[in-house]
């Protein structure tokens, strides 16, 4: 079974940057990933999504022009690099995976928690001065 593991959170002053890793344990990342993240208080949303085959890539308003994500196949790792950042960027970041390798769940639209069944145990970004 594919599990995820997070890394790179931390605390950042606005204006910042971070790099979020998401890589594989027990089976390789050749899935859809999508980012997700979680603010005190919030829901879950989806923030962006890269596809297995060619790479294409989402994101939401909330995040366009600031975040890139990108998958390094060497590394077998999928990236979530964040520049500018605001305070309200602040929350736990998840990277996830659907259940079937060949599922297609990223499209031109956020990424829908019901089609991720794989999950990180996330990591915490804060934003603050």
């Known amino acids: 079974q594919l599990q995820l593991v997070e890394s790179g959170g931390g605390l950042v002053q606005p204006g910042g940057s971070l790099r979020l890793s998401c890589a594989p344990s027990g089976l390789t990342l050749d899935y859809d990933i999508g980012w997700f993240r979680q603010a005190p208080g919030k829901e879950r949303e989806g923030i962006s999504c890269?596809?297995?085959?060619?790479?294409?890539?989402f994101y939401s308003e909330s995040v366009k022009g600031r975040f890139t994500v990108s998958r390094d196949n060497a590394r077998d790792t999928v990236y979530l690099q964040m520049n500018n950042l605001k305070p309200e960027d602040t929350g736990v970041y998840y990277c996830?995976?659907?259940?079937?390798?060949?599922?297609?769940?990223?499209?031109?639209?956020?990424?829908?928690?019901?089609?991720?069944?794989?999950w990180g145990q996330g990591t915490q970004v804060t934003v603050s001065s």
């Open positions: 996830a995976a659907p259940q079937i390798r060949s599922a297609y769940v990223c499209y031109d639209s956020p990424p829908q928690i019901d089609d991720y069944n794989n």
């Open positions: 890269i596809s297995r085959g060619d790479g294409r890539t």
